[in-house]
């Protein structure tokens, strides 16, 4: 199970526009690709304290509702140690920056402010570290297993090259 963080942003700019913004800051940020229409997915770097490193998608609604999630690529991982959150603050506080210097903002000011402000009614958060036990619940159950089936496959593996060893001896 990976852990993730998902962040929903409403404001009063149109799909287009919201597309605009979105594929200047990834580009930025971290590149993307783009698998479908109002889309956007970005890997971002592996290093050694992110390894195997995030996968972030941005979708658009009709509405222009942006729906940002943030997860790690490992199925593994319990706790992200706030990777997800810092991921999405740097994705909100570029994409701000880009509105404010793309003269959007100027034209629909409205608009601009309600995506400026952090109200709960314009940004809602969910996040899988709230639903902890069944990550810890897969994660003990998958190590169970890997201590269980890991060493018995290894025996049978040598008991099996041992039989064949010896009934080839006259």
């Keep these: 199970m990976t852990v993730r963080k998902e962040v929903t942003v409403q ?21 993307y690709k783009e698998p479908s229409p ?8 592996i290093n050694l304290i992110k390894w195997p490193g995030d996968r972030f998608t941005v979708d658009i609604t009709r509405e222009g509702i942006i729906k940002i999630v943030s997860e790690s690529k490992s199925r ?13 603050k740097k994705f909100l506080d570029a994409l701000k920056y880009t509105f404010s210097t793309s003269g959007l903002a100027k034209s629909k000011r409205e608009g601009y402010s309600s995506f400026m402000s952090n109200e ?3 940004i809602k958060s969910r996040s899988s570290a709230e639903n902890i036990l069944p990550n810890i619940l897969v994660t003990i159950i998958t190590i169970i297993l890997v201590c269980v089936i890991v060493p018995l496959v290894f025996v049978l593996l040598v008991a099996f090259v041992f039989f064949v060893f010896f009934s080839l001896l006259p």
């Design 38 to 45: 109002g889309t956007f997915e970005s890997d971002i770097c």
């Design 11 to 31: 404001h009063g700019f149109s799909r287009e526009e919201i597309a605009e913004a979105v594929t200047a800051t990834l580009l930025l940020l971290w590149g």
């Design 76 to 88: 593994l991982q319990l706790f992200d140690f706030g990777n997800n959150r810092e991921n999405i």
């Design 120 to 122: 709960s009614t314009h």
